[in-house]
Structure formats: C-alpha cells, structure tokens
C-alpha cells in the first residue's frame, strides 16, 4: 500500500476530525491497514509534538487590551500537517497600528531541509531549487520571536499556522508562541460566527467584505498577511 494514501488519510483524521473508517474511504485505502497505520503513527509521536499539541488546544479569542500589539500573520508550508513531518517554508507578519493599518512586516523564505510536493508548489509557487539557499528556520527565529513577542497574532485558521511554528520552534530549542507570551485569534472561527453555515475562505471573504486581492495570484505568507489585516479589520465592524 502507497505511504503517500495511508499519509493522506492520517492527516484527514489528525487534521478534520473525521472517523478511520471515513478516513479511510476518501483516501482509498483498507480499514485495517489504515488502523495499522494510525496506531503506529500515534506511538511515535515525541514529547515535543504532545508540547505542541497542548499548546493548539488552548486556542480561544482572548479579551485584547488596547495598547496590546496586533499581528496579522500566516505561513507556506510542504503539505498539511506537522506531525507528519511538513515544514515551513515562507512566514509573513504585518503589525497593525490602533486604527489596523499595516505599520511594520517580517517575512522570510525557509530551507525546510526537504522536498516541496507538486501539491504544495502550486499552491505557492515556492520549489525545491528556489528555497535550498533560504536559511533554516533556526537561523531567523530569534529575529521572528522578536517581532512576535507579547503580540495578538490573528490568522486564518490559525490552528495550522500555529502548530506549524510552534513545531518549528520547539525544533529549533526556542520558546512556543504562547511561552512567548503571544495569543491567537483566528479570523475564521470570527468569520463562522458572523457568516454562519457559508464559506469563510479568505477569498470569498474578500469579495464578501470588499477587500482587495487582485495581486492574490498564488498564497504567500505576507500578501495573505496584509490581506488579513483589511479582513480582519472589517469582521471587528460585524463581530
């Protein structure tokens, strides 16, 4: 049996929620054989994955003082999901001021040490060649926790994005976001809320709320960011 279809269907189950039977049907594969799978996936997973996993399930939309820092951020990553060994490969991060606009951006390309997928590259655009003379992540994360600490970070579906970077950093011996004293708010679930059962994607957003995304040809972790800081500013009007 493939790795890659067992692969997908771990992540339909670790990532959506959905039942190893489900799982198991969308993705091709054999009930038993993804049971098989799963099992030995869980047991391998390290202490540092569980540190992470703590850290994603205290995700909640914090009451925010005024004077507290807001951060619009987002990442590109090789595929779905960091327990099964995806990496970053790009992160963007816009500071709003009190009125939400954009004052001050981090964003760098990342080594993920790693192949990127056909299925990620288009996606992002981001290949094997560009990214293999980008520093690792342990080379700017310093630089990254600096620009972040203390700060509300606002992503969409931020779950992922932050799992990713916690996952990064605990690789790299650094600090997770949230012992950096960062939240997270995430403009989806606000989104679910002011827009119940509709798609909340950040395109439809856009349209929705009449925020510009003409230069959206593929994702990337900083026009995604900028983007966000017009959406997120706009759901706060409707919240």
Not at 99 to 124: C, D, G, I, K, M
Not at 132 to 148: N, Q, R
């Amino acid at each position: 049996m493939p790795q890659n279809t067992t692969k997908l269907a771990a992540t339909l189950i670790l990532e959506e929620g959905l039942s190893i039977a489900e799982a198991a049907r969308r993705a091709g594969v054999t009930h038993p054989t993804m049971s098989r799978w799963l099992s030995k996936a869980v047991a391998e997973k390290s202490a540092g994955t569980a540190a992470v996993e703590k850290a994603a399930a205290s995700e909640r939309i914090p009451f925010i003082g005024p004077k507290r820092r807001r951060i619009c951020f987002d990442t590109e990553t090789t595929g779905l999901s960091w327990r099964m060994g995806d990496r970053v490969v790009e992160i963007g991060a816009v500071e709003m001021n009190d009125a939400l606009e954009p004052v001050r951006r981090f964003q760098t390309y990342l080594n993920p040490q790693r192949n990127v997928p056909w299925s990620a590259y288009q996606v992002h655009g981001l290949s094997t060649e560009y990214l293999e003379d980008k520093p690792l992540f342990s080379d700017v994360a310093d630089d990254f926790l600096a620009f972040v600490e203390g700060a509300e970070l606002i992503g969409h579906n931020a779950a992922f994005d932050r799992g990713f970077l916690n996952m990064e950093l605990l690789r790299a011996g650094r600090p997770l976001l949230e012992d950096a004293g960062c939240t997270v708010t995430c403009t989806l679930r606000m989104a679910r809320r002011v827009f119940p059962c509709q798609s909340n994607t950040l395109d439809v957003l856009c349209t929705r709320l009449g925020v510009d995304r003409s230069s959206r040809t593929h994702h990337g972790a900083l026009l995604d960011s900028e983007i966000l800081c017009g959406v997120y500013r706009e759901l706060l009007n409707r919240v």
